[in-house]
Structures are given as structure tokens and as C-alpha cells.
């Protein structure tokens, strides 16, 4: 079928280019059918994203794209091109890239392709605002002060007071929690630096995202000072620990600042045992941080909460927020009162204003995607769909922990499923230095091939002394349980000869 | 005329839902026809955005907002709505914010709506995908290393040799160039905090943006160890100033580690002398960033810089890149090697894998849009692009340098164009404190109505002694002449009974 867009072209026999569209003179139409053509596109790749018979990706080595594909040219130059060109450059993006919304999309805990979700995105790229003032991003703001303030509930501070932010990605909103708290405690870091303080000591679990290392290494107190703590055979921080290690800091002189708990580790998905660790914050009075993966009603003991719903809860990236239980901090950590943005002198109530809590300037738009899925499922579907993921979890888990050829990295069930996956031929080989080393290979080989023929993505790690396992989180609404079957399958099938 | 959807909608003769979209059993004509729908809202919102008949927004108080307005509540609640409501909620949403886009919005630097990168955003968003690795993002992370390089060539630096990397905006590129330097010279302060290092002392112009403020701040170095520069009558840094306090940190026993110059200050655009800034930094072995509005051939002497298309290049927010002459220095000073996102036994070239030179986890493709409109523009049309908006900022320093009620805040022309409005009711009082006070209420005054008519907007701020005057940056590419006549007949007809 030919498009709108190629026969208005062809009816105008001549080359459209970026100059014809708006704001040109007689740009509106070449640039609805521009735009049209887009969306056939985008809407074509929707389309396909759900269909299991198309593969997740196509891969292609990085050498071999920047040769350049068939018609497909990576690299920028003097003379632009035509809106014919730019089309293909479109639909070849799409075609080289990977399908994170494919129902088989398992490699990563953002994952999936929400419908409301997307045309959230779409509307706020037609904004093309920016969340500093409320002058220029009126409904956002509001939109992020009153979406803030829900989760504050249910997070379980009281009447969901407390203070909080967008922010770029759960490292951005790590490295802000580590910063109020050191705000909290040494105010004066702010203008006289860390010599202002004594040597400050953070704490995390040796399971954690290595976000608090990025944020001690940036925020000038030393990865050395970051302590990892012990965990379970879950993964979970053990707090006999986390006191024994605080004592001994104060001991060396050292003032233990921070604690960060996590709900539901990158790995192994595990709970820090957010209660005992809250004890032992409020008697060393520490600040306590929560990194949530999933909610549970001990993160209000929390001090601050960074709560990411590009995650479990399927929003389109970025999204991801830091929640603070005591206002005023995040504003007095961060304002520099920059005279030509925030005019106090404005003819509205400049308490809206949010650019002087943040660390940046210009900040995305991310709040209303966010707010337009939760206007769609209500916060029933989002627990609906969470719950499922759990479900598929459960599905998986037991599927798999008789199965022949399988064994756990820890047994129970969770929010991620760690395991090995031992081919025929080593089955039968002793537990010894050869058949660990041997199966430390298994899982990137198996990824490889995964890749290679396009079928499934999932994820792979070691994890300390234990050897590379796979690690299915599924937070993917489009997965299914024949989804699951297919990627036990499709391990064995690439593995069967390894 | 009926649209898609609702047509549909009818027929159906029963409430659509979220939950009947794609991944749902038969979603693909309720998604098809959900996102035509919203297509056809967002490319209503884009024809009236360029057509002057419209205004630049419909201005409500926070408390009016907040209390609903008809048929638009802000509110979250626990049961989903219907997908017909979303769409209200998506017209409001638009209906009560700003056209940025508007060819009479001189707000902000990044103004406009590019509709090639508003077309990249939207695949950008389709695609949903994170920069941190090669694996989930190949096309992307090419594209963002193709045209990395092919900005520092543009800068001059040998080849384009060098690293970089896209940010969430200029304050955290800012901040990035700091880390860098802290890294260059003291290493250990990754491992062992500020501790490690002498006192360290940053220099940026009196009239810089507020982002290295933040970064002082916020990397543990203290705003007190910031030393602002003096400038002259354009609002440019003196050099001897620069060296004088060079000196007198170190001759105090710190260490002057980075200077800030900037190519296009915030309010006056200024263009600080980087060729002595550089003398100077080469004599006493200083780190020099430079934060670039607008480039010129003397930014190559940089050991850093920030650039950001989503300024005067027109590229839809957000668009930020740090480029850095010696490669490594990104690496070993963010680097903290993931196991379970980046290992090294994938089957591909995992140098291309980019997370580790981030300090974020997770990063938003900001890339594609620009990637985009580079093709569609060529190295040619953005530079056509800028000539042109600085033939409008000449044009409107033409204009009024001469005009009766005005006054210019500095003269000769510039890429922002700074001066006062005088009501009538002023020009008679002759220069003093009655004057001052009067004249610093003008600009918020005509800004509050300009604002409540919607007719335009302009920013105004003071800047030191300086009572607030108008600052008109022109990045807007749907700008005209009659723009800026219209402007002044704005301002005039607003301003007249003060």
C-alpha cells in the first residue's frame, strides 16, 4: 500500500526536505504527512513488538553497523538529506535495535512497552518543556508535586508529607539521598567543602547497585569509606554485621553517615531486613536510605526512598524519583538562587519553582507519562501487574527447581530467579575447579547464541565466589507462561551441545 | 468530522480500557486506533503551535490548577480511567501548558519545536531502550560515539580524538568537567575522598551559570572554594583578574585546580577571552573547561566541553553532551565495573558498552533526535540556523538601541539582546534611587501581563548592581522579523501606563 506520505511526494515530484516542513511557509502539510509517515512506522514496530513470531533483535557486531548496513549510514555530513532518506533512517533504527517490549524481552528490569506509557512520551516530546519553573511547565509541575506526594503516602509517611524529585535514573536519585544526608549532618560541606566534616563513613550491602559507589566516588568522600556489608545466603545484609562495622568505624574516629537498604537487590532480588537495620540507624543515628525494588510497609522508617517506575512498574525510562521525609533539605542542599530563572518578583506563587531543588538545570519532562498510566490502570493495575510479574516469577521457579540439568543459586521463591543451567556433558563431571570453570562459560555462550539467532534476551552474572548464572527478572507485561516455557527451551536447545 | 477512535469507540458500544491495549488478547485495533487518536491531538497541538493566532499559553495560578478545571483533575486515584478520559486528559494536558514551540516565545535559550526531532523523539520513545550498553542499545551507542567524534572535530581537537558522553543537561555535563579534573590531577580522591587532596579551588566568571556553584557543592569541593571572577562592561572575565587570584589561592596554600571560561554567558552572552584564559591556565597547570553557547575556533584549547544542542542548535530537550581532549580520564574516574551489566565475556567488542563511563545507571537515548537532525539539516543548516537567529538578535538591537524609552544594559550587538523598558511616566524622573526602584518593578510587571494575555514571553532578570532589564536570547527557528516588531509593540503596549 502506498503511504500518504510517498504519494503526496510523488503527486509533488520533487524532493521534500527538512526545510519544507514547519515552521516553513506552506509547511503544515508536508509536515502532517511527514509526521504521518512517522507514525505508520513507529506504529508498524508496536505492532511487531508484541508478535512472537518476530524476533527480539537482529544482531549485528558494532564493526559491522559502522560499515554501514545497505542503505543504512551512521555517519553525519555537510549536506542534509532528503525526507525520503530521513524515513529509512528511521526504519532501519528500529530494525538494527532490540525490541525491549518484545514479550521475550527478559534482559534487563526495564522492560515492556506500556501503550499509555508511550503516548505519554509522545505528548511530552510535543511539550519539549522543561521541569524547572512553573512558568513555563505549569501542568507538569503540578502533575510531579501531586504524584510526589502519593507515593509519599504510600510510602507510609503521615499524610504524605516530606519533600521529593524526578530525577534521571536510580544512580542520580542514589547519589541525591547521599548528598541530603550529608547535608542533614555537616550543612557546612556546602560551602567549606568535606573538610568541613569529619571522615564520614556510608554503608550498603555488598549485594548492592554499585550507584553508591558511583555517588561516594563523585560526592567526594571515597569509594574506601563506602562499607559493604555481609550478607545471607539470600543476599540479605546480615545487621549483626552492619553494627559490628558501625562500632568499629566509631572507634577508628569515623562518623558513620549513611545506610543504604535495598528492597529487592539488582541479582538476587533480596530484602535488606529493613526493620532490625532501622534500629540500629536510629540508635547510631544514621541516616537511613531504602533503594526500592518493590514496596513493603517498612520503608516509611526510611529517611529518604529512591523509588524507580521504570522499573517493576513498566514506565517507559527514565523515570525515577527520590522521595525525602523531612522537608526543606532537598532545597537547602541544592539551591544556589540563580537571579535570571527563579525572579522572586514573579506574579505567581514561586513556591511551585522546583529548579533549586535539583542538581540540575534544565530537567526532562518525566512525571507525565508516569502520571497518565496511573490515570489508566489506577493504582490497583499497577499492584495487578506487579502481582503477575510474581506470579511468572513463581511459574519459573517452580519449573524449574527439579528440573534435570538445573540448579538454584538460592532456593525459595522470589522476585528474580538466579540459576545455573548445566549441559549433558557436564553433568556428570565432579564438583571441582574444571566443572566451575567450565560452567562459568555456559551462560555467556548460551547468551551469545540467544542473541545471535535473535530468539530471547536474558541476563547473566557471577556474583562473588559463585560462577556466571542466569538471572530472569520479569517485570515484561507482555511475558506469559508460554514465554517462560520458551526461554527453558530455547537454554537448553542452545546448550544442549555445549 | 468524527475521528478513528471514537467512530470505533461506538461501535464497540462499550468502555474501552488500558487493559484492552496491546499486550491484551485482540489489542492491536484498540492500540492502533488508541495512539492514531492521540496522534491526531498531538499534531492538532503542533499546526497551532506555529500559527500566530493562537497564543502562547492559556496562564492559570497553581490554586487554580490544583482545584480542577473543568473536566481536569490532577488527582490520582485507585481505579483506572477510560481510555476516552486519558484522551481529555491529553488535550488538557496541552490545552493549560506552554507552546514552547510558538514563534513568539523567547522565554529560554532551548524554545522551538523541530519537527525532525520531534519525529526522533518519538521513535526514541517507541524504541524505550537505555544507553548503557551496547547490548540493548547498538544503533544508538554507534551513534552516539559517530557523532561524539564528529563534535570534537568541530571543536579542533586533532582528529576529533577524545572522549565524551551525553548527560541530562548542561549542569550535570558541568559537573562531569569537574569530576574530570578532580580525577586528572588528584586520582585517589576516587578511592580515599576529598581527604586526599589540598584544598581545591574552582574560578568561574561572575556571570557564569549557577551549575558550577552546584557542582562545587555538590562534589564535596564547598561553594567558598569558588571564586568568582570579575568582568567588564560585556560582561566578560579579566584575565588579570583570573591570574591575581590564581595567585592568591595558591600563595594561601591551595590548589587552583579548574577554570570555568564560557563561550555565550547566560544573560548577556558574553564571550569570555579563552585565549588568555588558556595562557593562563597552561602557566599554572589548570584544568580549563569550557561551557560553550556558541562555538568559535579558540574552544579547542579546552581541556573539557559542554555543548548543548538543545540550545541554540534547536534540538528538543533534553540534549547535553561533556566532551573531553584525553581519553581515559571519563573511564578511570566513573568506572566502578558492574558485574552484572558489564561483563567481559560478552561476544561482542564491550568497549563499545558506555555505563561505566557514566555516573548514572540507566541513560536516556538522548542521542537519536540530534542524530537525526543532523542528517535532515546537515553541518550546513545548523549553521544557517544560528546565522539566522543572530541576524534576528541584530535586527532587534537595531531596532530599539536608538528607540525613545529605551536603554540598552550594554552595547554593540551580541547573541542576547539586554536592555529597560521606560513607561512614559519614567523618562521624566531624573537617574536616581526613585528611578531605580520604579524601573525594577517595569519588566516583572509587563512579564506578568505579557503572560496573562498570553500573547508572548520574554525573561527578565537583575544581574549585580543592575535593576531587572529584559533578555532576549532568539534560538526560536519559527522567529521572524514581524516576531520582533511584535515584541516591541508588546512591551510598549503593556508597559504604557506604568
Known amino acids: 500500500m502506498e503511504s500518504l506520505y510517498s504519494s503526496i511526494k510523488n503527486d509533488m515530484s520533487c524532493k521534500v526536505s527538512g526545510k519544507d516542513l514547519l515552521p516553513a511557509k506552506n509547511g503544515e502539510e508536508p509536515t502532517m504527512q511527514f509526521l504521518l509517515e512517522v507514525v505508520e512506522i513507529l506504529t508498524n514496530y508496536v505492532k511487531k513488538t508484541f508478535d512472537r513470531s518476530t524476533k527480539v533483535l537482529d544482531f549485528h557486531h558494532p564493526h559491522q553497523l559502522l560499515e554501514g548496513m545497505e542503505g543504512f549510514n551512521l555517519e553525519l ?92 535514573g536510580g544512580a542520580i536519585s542514589n547519589m541525591y539521598s547521599v548528598m541530603i544526608a550529608r547535608y542533614k549532618f555537616f550543612p557546612e560541606v556546602k560551602t567549606k567543602g568535606m573538610t568541613a566534616a569529619p571522615r564520614l563513613i556510608l554503608f550498603t550491602s555488598e549485594h548492592s547497585h554499585y550507584s553508591i559507589k558511583k555517588a561516594s566516588a563523585a560526592l567526594g568522600l571515597g569509594t574506601e569509606n563506602l562499607i559493604l556489608l555481609k550478607t545471607d545466603e539470600r543476599g540479605r545484609v546480615i545487621p549483626a554485621d552492619l553494627e559490628a562495622k558501625v562500632i568499629e568505624a566509631k572507634q577508628k574516629g569515623s562518623v558513620p553517615l549513611f545506610v543504604n537498604a535495598t528492597a529487592g537487590t539488582t541479582v538476587y532480588g533480596a530484602f535488606d531486613p529493613i526493620n532490625e537495620i532501622a534500629d540500629i540507624c536510629e540508635k547510631y543515628n544514621i541516616w537511613l536510605h531504602v533503594d526500592v525494588r518493590k ?97 511468572l516469577s513463581a511459574y519459573l521457579y517452580n519449573k524449574i527447581k527439579n528440573r534435570e540439568g538445573y540448579e538454584m543459586v538460592f532456593d525459595g521463591e522470589h522476585t528474580n530467579v538466579c540459576f545455573w543451567y548445566f549441559p549433558p556433558s557436564l553433568r556428570s563431571i565432579p564438583n571441582g575447579e574444571e566443572s566451575r570453570e567450565r560452567l562459568h562459560k555456559v551462560a555467556p555462550k548460551i547468551k551469545a547464541m540467544m542473541m545471535e539467532s535473535g530468539t530471547t534476551m536474558v541476563g547473566y552474572q557471577p556474583q562473588g565466589e559463585k560462577v556466571n548464572f542466569f538471572r530472569m527478572v520479569i517485570s515484561n507485561p507482555a511475558a506469559t507462561m508460554s514465554d517462560i516455557d520458551f526461554l527453558i527451551e530455547e537454554i537448553e536447545r542452545l546448550g544442549q551441545d555445549l
Open 77 to 168: 555530513s555537510e549536506q542534509p538529506e532528503s525526507l525520503e532518506q530521513i524515513l529509512v533512517d528511521c526504519r532501519d533504527t528500529l530494525k538494527y535495535g532490540v525490541r525491549t517490549g518484545h514479550p521475550r524481552f527478559f534482559n534487563q528490569l526495564s522492560t515492556g512497552l506500556d501503550i499509555v506509557g508511550l503516548a505519554g512520551e509522545w505528548l511530552t516530546s510535543t511539550a519539549n518543556t522543561n521541569m524547572f519553573t512553573y512558568e513555563i511547565a505549569p501542568v507538569f509541575v503540578l502533575m510531579e508535586q501531586l504524584t510526589l506526594k502519593k507515593m509519599r503516602e504510600i510510602v507510609g509517611w503521615p499524610d504524605g508529607e516530606g519533600d521529593g524529585i524526578f530525577s534521571p
Open 295 to 391: 514496596l513493603s510497609s517498612l520503608i516509611k522508617l526510611a529517611n529518604s526512598v529512591t523509588w524507580n517506575p521504570h522499573k517493576m512498574m513498566g514506565v517507559p525510562l527514565q523515570c525515577s524519583a527520590i522521595l525525602v521525609r523531612e522537608r526543606g533539605l532537598l532545597q537547602g542542599c541544592n539551591s544556589m538562587c540563580a537571579g535570571y530563572l527563579f525572579q522572586p518578583d514573579k506574579q505567581y506563587d514561586v513556591t511551585y519553582d522546583t529548579g533549586d531543588k535539583a542538581i540540575q538545570c534544565g530537567r526532562h519532562v518525566d512525571i507525565f507519562k508516569f502520571w497518565l498510566m496511573w490515570k489508566a490502570k489506577g493504582t490497583v493495575g499497577f499492584e495487578q501487574h506487579i502481582d503477575k510479574c510474581l506470579d
